[in-house]
């Protein structure tokens, strides 16, 4: 049985929805008002504890008053306590009511309720929450929270889930991706529901892979992934654009219904982004050459020049590119739709740094000064994970420096995978770095060049360089 997802906005105040089925709800609207509620188990026996878990926290900055949690369970169900941390617990006819006559601004109250199923069967808690806000406008969020009661012992797993944030910082409408992962950890089989969570001030511009598609429901993104066989795990990829500088807040969440999670504590995970805007300081980039096709690697490259013209050094600076139609093929990531690259090095006042931008497909096009734009960044991160570090899985055919100085690292190639470069300026690799951005292999056989920036932090000119390759999953 597949369970139904509930979610209520009255007067426009306040909202419940449902973030994993059977598991956890959570109710949200009125600004810095938390309202969780929580069963201990999503699947039990006929006659086994089961414990509700309410917890308030009052973040409005207002001081709340007459607050009223009901709890409405069927007569098949044995009521066996219930408690308040403050307020007054009654029992009216098998509703449970916690009355709190106020909530002071910065304090949480938990109430907690304890029954005995004594039926096989869904079991529903009907929960209501009111209090009076503003003057004196009363709401009526609504929700149900659903048990699986059974004779027979259920099936027992252990479901996890975790975020992968994003390396490089985040500047204010960056896009930007970040993933979501969820394991069963067995020993049944389990048919998992997953819920991402995105706060206010965050753009969804799309997941992959694309199916199942999710049901949206307000800021959750709710998705049935089907069976998952003891060990197996699923992988989603979110991309979203944050369009307000501070901290965003990424939360999921997973469970099953009809599945005994042998331990709730990692169904729910959460993980804080902290976004920025630009650095201060004053930089120029402007083109300094002509276009030119590189019959090497098929692209059309740009030279450009960037400059510090402020007072101050910076740690780093990104170049965001403007009104193009070409793809620009070295790009790292996105801003507002427009592509950018790194400098990965800091420029003091005056000082200068040439970069090369690169294009696809190979092809003259027009382009001014006007296009390109240039900002202070934190030094980004290009540290690579230590297995890439410490050794590769490709070996390169020949790795030899050409005539205008560029070094060249040819190696083979599966048609359309994706490749990342590491670099050092020692044999021990113990300063390695990624050379941004990994590459799709175009045919059985690849040559990179190292030009320097933006790819590496320098040209490869006066210095040793030494390379690995790696074949990305």
Not at 87 to 107: E, W
Not at 460 to 473: C, D, E, G, I, L
């Given at each position: 049985?597949?369970?139904?997802?509930?979610?209520?906005?009255?007067?426009?105040?306040?909202?419940?929805?449902?973030?994993?089925?059977?598991?956890?709800?959570?109710?949200?609207?009125?600004?810095?008002?938390?309202?969780?509620?929580?069963?201990?188990?999503?699947?039990?026996?006929?006659?086994?504890?089961?414990?509700?878990?309410?917890?308030?926290?009052?973040?409005?900055?207002?001081?709340?008053?007459?607050?009223?949690?009901?709890?409405?369970?069927?007569?098949?169900?044995?009521?066996?306590?219930?408690?308040?941390?403050?307020?007054?617990?009654?029992?009216?006819?098998?509703?449970?009511?916690?009355?709190?006559?106020?909530?002071?601004?910065?304090?949480?109250?938990?109430?907690?309720?304890?029954?005995?199923?004594?039926?096989?069967?869904?079991?529903?808690?009907?929960?209501?929450?009111?209090?009076?806000?503003?003057?004196?406008?009363?709401?009526?969020?609504?929700?149900?929270?659903?048990?699986?009661?059974?004779?027979?012992?259920?099936?027992?797993?252990?479901?996890?889930?975790?975020?992968?944030?994003?390396?490089?910082?985040?500047?204010?409408?960056?896009?930007?991706?970040?993933?979501?992962?969820?394991?069963?950890?067995?020993?049944?089989?389990?048919?998992?529901?997953?819920?991402?969570?995105?706060?206010?001030?965050?753009?969804?511009?799309?997941?992959?892979?694309?199916?199942?598609?999710?049901?949206?429901?307000?800021?959750?993104?709710?998705?049935?992934?089907?069976?998952?066989?003891?060990?197996?795990?699923?992988?989603?990829?979110?991309?979203?654009?944050?369009?307000?500088?501070?901290?965003?807040?990424?939360?999921?969440?997973?469970?099953?219904?009809?599945?005994?999670?042998?331990?709730?504590?990692?169904?729910?995970?959460?993980?804080?982004?902290v976004v920025t805007n630009y650095s201060p300081?004053?930089?120029?980039?402007?083109?300094?050459?002509?276009?030119?096709?590189?019959?090497?690697?098929?692209?059309?490259?740009?030279?450009?020049?960037?400059?510090?013209?402020?007072?101050?050094?910076?740690?780093?600076?990104?170049?965001?590119?403007?009104?193009?139609?070409?793809?620009?093929?070295?790009?790292?990531?996105?801003?507002?739709?427009?592509?950018?690259?790194?400098?990965?090095?800091?420029?003091?006042?005056?000082?200068?740094?040439?970069?090369?931008?690169?294009?696809?497909?190979?092809?003259?096009?027009?382009?001014?000064?006007?296009?390109?734009?240039?900002?202070?960044?934190?030094?980004?991160?290009?540290?690579?994970?230590?297995?890439?570090?410490?050794?590769?899985?490709?070996?390169?055919?020949?790795?030899?420096?050409?005539?205008?100085?560029?070094?060249?690292?040819?190696?083979?190639?599966?048609?359309?995978?994706?490749?990342?470069?590491?670099?050092?300026?020692?044999?021990?690799?113990?300063?390695?770095?990624?050379?941004?951005?990994?590459?799709?292999?175009?045919?059985?056989?690849?040559?990179?060049?190292?030009?320097?920036p933006p790819a590496t932090v320098s040209l490869?000119?006066?210095?040793?360089?030494?390379?690995?390759?790696?074949?990305?999953?």
């Open positions: 049985m597949k369970l139904a997802r509930h979610f209520y906005r009255l007067a426009g105040v306040i909202s419940f929805w449902l973030l994993v089925s059977g598991l956890r709800v959570e109710a949200q609207g009125l600004p810095g008002l938390q309202i969780q509620v929580a069963p201990s188990a999503s699947a039990l026996l006929v006659s086994n504890s089961l414990t509700y878990t309410i917890n308030l926290t009052n973040l409005t900055g207002l001081n709340l008053v007459n607050i009223l949690v009901s709890n409405a369970l069927p007569s098949s169900v044995q009521i066996t306590s219930y408690t308040a941390t403050q307020g007054v617990a009654t029992n009216y006819s098998g509703v449970i009511q916690f009355y709190l006559s106020s909530l002071v601004n910065g304090t949480a109250a938990q109430l907690t309720l304890n029954v005995e199923p004594t039926v096989a069967g869904l079991l529903t808690n009907t929960v209501t929450f009111s209090t009076v806000y503003g003057l004196g406008l009363t709401n009526f969020p609504v929700t149900n929270l659903v048990v699986q009661v059974t004779n027979a012992p259920p099936p027992q797993a252990d479901l996890s889930v975790a975020i992968t944030g994003p390396v490089q910082v985040v500047i204010t409408n960056d896009w930007i991706t970040y993933g979501v992962s969820v394991t069963n950890g067995g020993p049944a089989s389990a048919n998992a529901s997953l819920t991402n969570t995105l706060p206010s001030g965050v753009l969804f511009l799309g997941v992959f892979p694309a199916n199942p598609a999710p049901t949206i429901i307000a800021s959750n993104y709710i998705f049935d992934l089907g069976t998952l066989a003891s060990g197996a795990y699923t992988n989603l990829q979110f991309t979203i654009q944050p369009t307000n500088s501070g901290i965003v807040t990424l939360s999921a969440s997973v469970g099953a219904l009809g599945v005994l999670d042998t331990s709730l504590a990692n169904n729910l995970v959460s993980t804080n982004l300081g004053t930089l120029v980039a402007v083109t300094n050459f002509g276009q030119t096709i590189n019959l090497q690697n098929g692209l059309t490259e740009q030279s450009i020049w960037l400059t510090n013209t402020g007072a101050a050094s910076v740690a780093a600076a990104r170049i965001v590119v403007t009104g193009v139609t070409n793809k620009l093929f070295n790009a790292v990531g996105t801003n507002n739709g427009n592509p950018f690259v790194y400098f990965s090095a800091p420029l003091n006042p005056g000082q200068n740094a040439g970069l090369r931008l690169q294009y696809s497909p190979r092809t003259l096009f027009p382009f001014t000064n006007g296009q390109l734009h240039a900002f202070p960044v934190p030094l980004p991160n290009w540290k690579p994970p230590k297995v890439l570090s410490t050794r590769t899985n490709i070996n390169p055919t020949r790795i030899a420096k050409l005539a205008g100085g560029n070094m060249v690292v040819e190696f083979p190639a599966t048609n359309g995978a994706t490749y990342t470069i590491v670099y050092s300026d020692n044999v021990l690799f113990s300063n390695a770095q990624i050379a941004p951005p990994a590459m799709v292999a175009p045919a059985n056989r690849v040559l990179w060049l190292d030009y320097g490869p000119t006066n210095t040793a360089r030494f390379y690995r390759v790696f074949q990305n999953p």
